[in-house]
């Protein structure tokens, strides 16, 4: 039986997903999925280890379809890993950025690289992932055609790179997440970021109480962010990251206070402070 971890992410080869994956994963097998439920399905269902999945970018903001899994999923966050995005504007061999009529890539690159379409006058085309949008262009063989992805894909699909850096804020960096089945209980719990998620009861003020109670039981808010639930028109549930474990004593206490003013709480994950 092979020792060799299975990880999941959505794209194929050269997506940013794929170079955050053997990053943090080196010696893994890289499993490619197309949708992000299937990367995470894969895990769910013991296809695979590990999932890396996107959860934000710096400047494009939140991946809602992975938040949405995070909610009604069963998998945990073992850690997180921050990756620095230089996007490129890619083409055929032989074309030069003044050809580019049409550029495409992942909806999140082009958020990050819309001063550089609209100063260009270029038409942006969304597509699944910035890797399949340059090997796309590679297919086509079309001058006026480009994709905005990483100099690696460049290279796997023999295109060249035409402009480099060319997103607005050259801090770019994309958060991932690296979902698995089960947690791994800490030796200790000092230094850890744990991720809550929970939806309140409809009374007045439970949201506010909710954070006073986070507060009031020791924890360092860090990040709150709000999702609709998909099912129930005009309901909400939230995201929150705090200082400390949410596995220990001081973790189930939160956990019992909460349940006063929400509906339901779910730890999503406690892992290393990076």
């Known amino acids: 039986m092979s020792d060799t971890l299975n990880i999941a992410y959505c794209g194929i080869e050269g997506a940013w997903a794929n170079i955050a994956a053997k990053r943090v994963f080196p010696n893994g097998k890289m499993n490619a999925y197309s949708s992000f439920q299937q990367a995470y399905d894969s895990v769910e269902n013991g296809n695979c280890d590990y999932a890396v999945l996107p959860v934000e970018n710096s400047y494009a903001g939140d991946v809602g379809q992975v938040f949405d899994l995070m909610h009604n999923g069963n998998l945990v966050i073992y850690n997180t890993y ?152 005009w309901k909400y549930y939230f995201y929150v990251e705090v200082e400390g474990s949410l596995l220990d004593d001081n973790g189930k206490k939160l956990l019992k206070s909460l349940s006063q003013v929400c509906e339901d709480e779910k730890i999503v994950g406690t892992y290393e402070k990076a």
Do not use: W
């Open 82 to 233: 921050n990756l620095h995005i230089s996007q490129a504007l890619l083409g055929i061999k032989g074309s030069k950025v003044e050809d580019i009529k049409s550029v495409i890539s992942h909806q999140q690159a082009i958020d990050q690289c819309i001063e550089f379409i609209q100063n260009h006058k270029m038409i942006a085309l969304p597509s699944s992932n910035t890797a399949v949008a340059a090997k796309k262009v590679a297919d086509a063989k079309d001058k006026t055609l480009g994709a905005i992805a990483s100099e690696e894909s460049a290279a796997l699909y023999g295109l060249e790179v035409l402009a480099k850096s060319i997103n607005i804020n050259q801090e770019n960096c994309t958060r991932f997440a690296i979902f698995t089945k089960k947690y791994e209980i800490p030796a200790k719990t000092e230094d850890r970021v744990s991720i809550l998620m929970f939806s309140v009861k409809n009374l007045p003020g439970a949201l506010a109480k909710a954070v006073k109670i986070i507060g009031d039981e020791g924890f360092n808010l860090l990040n709150i962010k709000s999702r609709p639930v998909k099912n129930i028109p």
